[in-house]
């Protein structure tokens, strides 16, 4: 123990340890999946941040957690983005700084059963306003949300139906506060213990009061179409061929909707009419209608949008839905003035596409209405929340990972869809150019086969339908709020308890014979 106090004493070592650590959590996720291992994934970290030796030193240390953990989480990126990948990791991790400083103010030194339970509230809080602000999409979006590490726990999904993500979150993290007390600090166990028993109490309290959805008896067959990765000359041309060739393979299985995934069509249809007239065709063949994705500088406004669009036997019925939020780097540059750079040193967007301003739900035929989302909008819980709120029956993403193949990004991003499905209680799709396509129900269990990053096919899901709704579809974020709140007085009675210990002497003035205090030099 004293050689690792002393190699740690290193400044340039210390940061190194702290980057390992924050790096940890990155396992319970796509593709190593071991879920289990976040519930103790951050006791390393909690462990260093408590030694630290000054605040100052507290607050690094969490950034260089934080450096590490936003590096693991998206190393998929260095391909494209390279060394710009290591920027955003620093300027992310820096979230983690305050949250370093509130670890040591509450576990530092020989913390007391008092402030082992303030910091089985505070420090689960302080990771759950980090998630909170990277929620924004001008930082890049919630992608690697702790509680999204959970997705194939059945318990951790009727978490997210009652708080959505955030739930399953501020547990794992209290989990692991409670674990580092009981490692590191032996005076404290009975609250670490009591912790543990409150996190067992809340999950069960959870599960047991939580609305299930509904099914209505009601099912619709959904057909998704892969084509799998093709690339070079004429790859928009040779891939719209292949989408065509599988769509027609399902003539006949009395399929009410045909999902294509994301960049499925790489022209605008007005400017290829002869394209929407081979869409019909399929939609006669198939008796059903197709949901395209087209990528594609627009004919009637300027600029490039990517727009999930509604196919019947006519054409185009007129459902367009224009991606609002879109990926940093990947598909804009933030402050293109200043960050413009990035294009000359990866792969980063040359020109900006365009947003759309609303989200849309849309009427397929005689089958359910559609929340279509695209790409990295399945990250953000609200997005799904509001076409829920708005009559959708069953979610929908068009996404495309091809870019990142061979990495963990694919599974990483079916995942989310068990998560938005289970928080709103509605079955969600995912359908993408190369994989991984997948289909969760109401509850986030899934239905039916994946489709691998090696698959080019199209396979049809039986999807039950659902009604009510659940607790996180009706309130929305109130937690990450009440995280805010819990913070809010922390950081209030700290204060005045600061206050105080100025104003009271630490030894009460010494008084002459004659009743008045000794003023002492000045």
């Avoid at 940890?24 to 030796?53: E, G, K, M, Q, S």
């Avoid at 579809?473 to 210990?501: K, N, T």
Wanted: with cysteine.
């Amino acid at each position: 123990m004293r050689n690792l106090d002393h190699h740690l004493a290193s400044p340039r070592r210390r940061s190194a340890a702290a980057a390992v650590a924050g790096a940890l959590p990155v396992l319970a996720f796509p593709a190593p999946n071991l879920w289990w291992i976040a519930y103790v994934a951050l006791v390393p970290w909690l462990l260093l941040i408590r030694t630290a030796p000054t605040g100052r030193r507290a607050a690094f240390d969490g950034w260089w957690g934080g450096f590490g953990f936003m590096l693991a989480m998206h190393h998929w990126l260095l391909p494209s983005l390279h060394v710009f990948t290591f920027v955003l990791a620093a300027l992310l991790g820096a979230l983690w700084a305050p949250w370093g400083w509130l670890v040591r103010r509450t576990l530092g030194g020989s913390p007391s059963g008092r402030r082992v339970t303030a910091a089985l509230l505070v420090v689960p809080s302080g990771w759950l306003t980090i998630e909170l602000i990277r929620s924004w999409q001008g930082l890049g979006g919630p992608w690697g949300v702790l509680g999204a590490s959970q997705w194939r726990v059945e318990a951790a999904l009727r978490l997210a139906s009652v708080g959505g993500v955030w739930l399953p979150s501020f547990l794992v993290v209290a989990l692991n506060v409670a674990v580092a007390v009981l490692v590191a600090v032996r005076r404290a166990r009975v609250p670490a213990v009591a912790g543990l028993v409150a996190v067992a109490a809340a999950g069960s309290a959870a599960w047991a009061g939580s609305p299930r959805p509904e099914q209505t008896g009601e099912r619709t067959r959904i057909a998704l179409v892969q084509p799998g990765v093709i690339a070079g000359r004429d790859s928009a041309d040779r891939r719209f061929d292949r989408e065509e060739q599988l769509t027609r393979e399902l003539a006949g299985q009395d399929v009410d909707l045909v999902v294509w995934g994301e960049s499925s069509v790489g022209f605008d249809l007005g400017d290829r009419p002869e394209l929407a007239r081979r869409l019909a065709a399929l939609s006669r063949e198939t008796g059903a209608e197709i949901l395209v994705n087209v990528d594609a500088r627009r004919s009637d406004k300027p600029g490039i949008y990517k727009s999930s669009v509604l196919i019947g036997p006519d054409g185009p019925t007129g459902d367009r839905y224009d991606k609002m939020r879109l990926v940093p780097f990947g598909e804009y540059v933030p402050a293109r003035s200043l960050l413009g750079w990035a294009t000359s040193v990866g792969k980063a967007a040359g020109e900006d596409r365009r947003r759309g301003s609303e989200q849309v739900v849309m009427d397929v035929g005689d089958g359910p209405r559609i929340g279509p989302m695209v790409c990295f909008e399945t990250a953000f819980p609200d997005m799904s929340r509001h076409l829920v709120q708005d009559g959708a029956a069953v979610l929908l993403a068009q996404s495309s990972t091809s870019t990142f193949q061979q990495s963990w990004a694919p599974g990483q991003h079916a995942s989310l869809a068990a998560l938005r499905a289970a928080e709103t209680g509605r079955p969600m799709v995912h359908a993408t150019l190369t994989g991984v396509s997948a289909v969760y129900g109401a509850d986030g269990g899934r239905i039916g086969p994946w489709l691998g990053t090696d698959a080019s096919a199209a396979h049809v899901y039986e999807v039950p339908l659902t009604r009510g709704t659940t607790l996180y579809a009706r309130f929305g974020d109130w937690l990450p709020q009440a995280a805010l709140v819990v913070l809010a007085v922390y950081g209030a009675v700290g204060l005045v308890r600061s206050r105080r210990g100025v104003r009271r002497p630490p030894v009460p003035p010494v008084r002459t014979a004659h009743g008045s205090p000794v003023r002492h030099g000045r």
